[in-house]
């Protein structure tokens, strides 16, 4: 028998009452486990993330990114997370994904937001440092529990699939630039490009290739800064370098892409199943239940947990 880092027993025991943000952080360190960050913009995706929570009991945090927001509406996404929190007693957290403008932060820590992953990482390094340590400061003194990431280096944009890898070679983030980034700015997280990149091309998809990360830079990442580190652009990522990132050192990992293709081929069960039935909680059921199962996956591996039917929760 494998030994898992904690049993089911202790996971309720950890995480079974409230616990902050920071200290769920914390564990993740402890535990050697990561805190999984997946994306919403509607209530299909955010019931099946929060079910897949349940089932196995860990904490999880919501990211819901700009145009996420726009359409879910930024105080009704709060006040559905905090409601879940509080109806169910489960850590769960929300995260103002990909915030571009000290405004838009602002705007969802006074919301009630868990964290803000600040990204001005488009800019000139010494202006990324300027923009992200005025946004911690301006933030923190909104919210004094208010988690703060900062981002550096290129990770592309848009968690959609794409028709081929681009051309170009990533600029990956280097150890001295993270530390230099982590020391100026304050930033409680840092998301760093560690060979991660957004969305899917067409082969990761069918599953004919899977992302690589560099898991000796992320190593050397988290010596150099000490700082919680995050991975966006998770899916398509092999289950071997997901452990090993989180060996090193990595405690978020953000899934978007997966959950956004599981959304839409569990839309399209449902509405192909029965085409005289027009029940909406019956044509939607599948979408849930597909989310629900891509989460389930991904959270047991960043739990370390045996997989799906060797575990009593
Ligand atoms: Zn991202």
Known sequence: ???????????????????????????????????????????????????AARDLRVPVMIGVSGREREFLGIAQIAALVRSIREGHEHPIFL??????????????AAAGFDAISFDASALPFEDNVRETQRAVEALRS??????????????????RIHAAEREEPRVLTTVEEAREFVAATGVDLLAPSVGNTHGLTRAMVSGRTQKQLDVERIREIKVGTAAYLTLHGGSGTGSEDIRDAIACGMNVIHINTEIRIALRNG??????????????????????????????DRLRLFHALPPAGEDAS
Do not use: W
């Open 142 to 159: 909104l919210n004094p529990d208010i988690v703060v990431e900062g981002e550096i280096g290129d990770i592309g944009s848009g968690s």
């Open 1 to 51: 028998m494998a030994a898992y880092p904690i049993s089911a027993a202790e996971r309720h025991q950890e995480y079974g009452r409230y616990r902050s943000l920071r200290e769920i952080l914390a564990g993740t360190d402890r535990t050697k486990t990561a805190l999984g960050h997946f994306n919403a913009a509607e209530s299909l995706a955010l019931n099946g993330i929060v079910a």
């Open 95 to 108: 995260n103002s994904d990909h915030t571009h403008s000290l405004a838009a932060a602002l705007e969802a």
């Open 267 to 296: 839309l399209l069960e449902g509405l192909l199943r029965d085409q005289e039935d027009v029940t909406p909680y019956v044509i939607l059921r599948p979408a849930v239940e597909a989310v629900r199962r891509v989460v389930r």
